[in-house]
């Protein structure tokens, strides 16, 4: 039983590119999250998304940052016209079902630089 | 917005020692839970609590949610160097769908 798939693992891009990150959730899992960590500090919510949905993007940046979880397909979180402050550990996780109660199982993230 | 804080932030702890880290909210929580991140790694789920002052535990970790259900604690006895990392709390308000918000860490450091 896969876990949650994220690739790439690395990402090296420069500024003003764009970077795509995708996150498989685990079999089974139909709600996917998206948190981003910087060096030495916690997990920020970013974005909660249902299949073909975007449940809560309280947490994403208006501008240049989306996300999408397709029917088909995985998670995408896509960042426009990159800058150095973008450069961070990027963590999707997923959970089985809606309910307060359920934890969540992370993928192993992407670890986006920006030079 | 709701807000989860821990300290301390960072812990160093001789092996064979114990030590306690804490987890507030600035609301009520319908359940809080706690993960461990080992450098390099992604978060873990540990454990979760949901009912007021439920005491859980894990071999040498402790869990409570306090009375209030705004604050958590875990307790980690006879500390060994497998335990290094960093330990997140985090919570749902009532009502406030599946968003976890989390707290800032606890970065474990173990001495030998």
């Known amino acids: 039983n896969a876990g949650v798939m994220q690739n790439p693992r690395h990402l090296v891009r420069r500024r003003g590119q764009e970077a795509r990150l995708r996150c498989s959730p685990m079999?089974?899992?139909?709600?996917v999250y998206w948190y981003r960590q910087l060096p030495e500090e916690g997990l920020k919510f970013m974005v909660y998304?249902?299949?073909?949905?975007?449940?809560?993007e309280s947490g994403m940046p208006k501008e240049r940052f989306s996300a999408e979880f397709p029917k088909e397909g995985p998670s995408i979180l896509r960042i426009q016209q990159v800058v150095r402050g973008d450069s961070a550990a990027y963590f999707c996780?997923?959970?089985?079902?809606?309910?307060?109660?359920?934890?969540?199982?992370f993928g192993n993230g992407t670890r986006l630089t920006v030079t | 917005g709701q807000q989860v804080m821990q300290i301390p932030q960072y812990q160093h702890v001789q092996e064979g020692e114990d030590f306690t880290t804490y987890c507030n909210s600035s609301t009520t929580l319908s359940n809080i839970q706690w993960y461990k991140q080992r450098p390099g790694g992604h978060p873990v789920f540990l454990i979760q609590l949901v009912k007021s002052g439920e005491v859980k535990k894990q071999k040498r970790l402790t869990f409570q949610f306090g009375e209030a259900k705004k604050n958590s604690s875990l307790h980690i006895t006879a500390t060994q160097t497998t335990d290094v990392g960093t330990y997140f709390c985090?919570?749902?308000?009532?009502?406030?769908?599946?968003?976890?918000?989390f707290g800032g860490g606890t970065r474990v450091l173990v001495k030998p």
């Open positions: 998304l249902q299949k073909e949905n975007i449940i809560d």
């Open positions: 996780a997923s959970s089985p079902s809606q309910g307060d109660n359920s934890p969540l199982h």
């Open positions: 985090a919570g749902r308000p009532p009502r406030a769908g599946n968003k976890l918000t």
């Open positions: 079999k089974g899992h139909s709600h």
